[in-house]
């Protein structure tokens, strides 16, 4: 699988427990749901009980690369205090998680101690769990992040276990207020340097984006990401384009993602719509990924990808055909489709019905359509049959002769 703007836009599913609620199996069942749906990585962002367990079943089990943000982990190693948190916990923890076959790495080294009282007059403060992890042991040490004075060394580790970056945005917007904000355009310029490093040891980089942005703002963080950080993908969660609607921040979110996708970004983190509210679970999974690939779809026709049309053409054409099967089997979700399709027409003769209940029968405009495209044809036949019976007449002599 190849993750770039020049390719398909790809979507990834976030699944994992919390100390609250799921467990092993129900993680599992998520992941492989995610997956058949369309998600073409998943990240397992587990922070309740048996993490390790959790993240080996859900490698032993996946078909698509798996990533992880790894000081979760490393935070239940040390019981959840922050403070307690040292370079040393962390890297065991890398080095345990790689060699369980993780195949990238969310690493916040971009959250600097520089950076923080940037954050101070956020409406929403610091909102991704690994930033405000980080900033907490920077303040209560009063030291620069261990994540960026042992960069290099975190370089070595993933080299050698073939492990990427997916170098985290620990400082993005959470609110529409913070969006594009000092804190936020800080840490990307640190995430570009740490590019450099990282492509210095041969390691592959993903770039992670904002959050929460509204529509007007969000080319300027696409463009500001291809300066900074060399051109390498951009993955965003979102971008979140208004803060009113919890339940529906798939779509809010969806409509960035689009955009966004659209500008140059790669890949497109998914929201559900649980997020902000509780822990997604099979359903939201579905509802997230299937809607994370229809603005991927949509970004893929904007920037004008040589394949991206071919479906779209193959489901208007069974539409205007009345091929109802074959609209429901090209559609993102086959199942919904049909379902929408039964509830009022569930017979299998409407199956090939030339109207749906919406218009019925007589108001179908590409019935009409059709009547209309199929008029000319009729009276151009009528004509030319006419046409052939005046000649056969003329060569007939051109008499008429009736018996008496």
Not at 71 to 89: C, F, N, P, T
Not at 332 to 343: E, G, N, Q, S, Y
Request: net charge negative; proline share 4%; charged share 25%.
């Amino acid at each position: 699988m190849i993750i770039g703007r020049n390719f398909l836009t790809k979507i990834n599913a976030n699944i994992g427990n919390s100390a609250v609620t799921s467990s092993m199996a129900e993680e599992v069942e998520k992941m492989v749901w995610a997956i058949r749906w369309g998600a073409d990585t998943v990240m397992d962002l587990s922070t309740g009980r048996n993490i390790h367990n959790i993240r080996d079943w859900i490698v032993r089990n996946a078909p698509v690369p798996i990533g992880t943000v790894p000081i979760y982990q490393a935070l239940e190693k040390v019981g959840g205090v922050a403070e307690d948190l040292s370079w040393e916990v962390y890297r065991d923890t890398l080095i345990e998680q790689a060699e369980q076959g993780v195949d990238y790495f969310t690493v916040h080294a971009g959250v600097r101690l520089a950076y923080i009282h940037l954050t101070a007059k956020r409406v929403t403060g610091i909102v991704s769990r690994g930033g405000s992890i980080m900033a907490k042991w920077c303040l209560s040490h009063h030291k620069e992040s261990f994540l960026y004075t042992h960069f290099e060394e975190i370089c070595e580790i993933m080299r050698a276990y073939d492990v990427s970056f997916s170098l985290g945005d620990g400082l993005r917007p959470g609110s529409i207020a913070d969006a594009n904000d000092a804190a936020q355009f800080a840490e990307l310029e640190t995430l570009g340097e740490l590019t450099k490093i990282a492509w210095k040891h041969g390691v592959q980089v993903m770039i992670e984006g904002p959050g929460h942005v509204p529509m007007h703002k969000i080319k300027e963080n696409m463009d500001k990401q291809l300066a900074v950080c060399g051109e390498a993908p951009f993955y965003t969660l979102g971008p979140l384009t208004t803060d009113i609607a919890p339940g529906y921040d798939h779509i809010t979110s969806a409509i960035g993602a689009a955009m966004i996708g659209w500008f140059g970004t790669a890949m497109l983190c998914y929201v559900t719509p649980k997020e902000h509210l509780g822990l997604p679970d099979r359903d939201d999974v579905k509802t997230g990924v299937i809607t994370y690939k229809l603005a991927a779809h949509a970004s893929d026709l904007a920037k004008g990808h040589p394949a991206a049309r071919l479906r779209d053409d193959a489901v208007s054409r069974a539409r205007f055909e009345f091929r109802w099967e074959d609209q429901f089997n090209l559609s993102l979700d086959p199942d919904t489709a049909r379902k929408f399709h039964d509830a009022t027409l569930p017979k299998e003769a409407h199956k090939t019905a030339h109207f749906c209940s919406m218009c019925g029968p007589k108001f179908c405009s590409m019935k009409i359509t059709q009547d209309v495209r199929d008029y000319p044809r009729a009276k151009e036949e009528a004509e030319r049959g006419m046409a052939e019976m005046s000649a056969r007449f003329r060569d007939g002599g051109g008499e008429i002769d009736v018996a008496v």
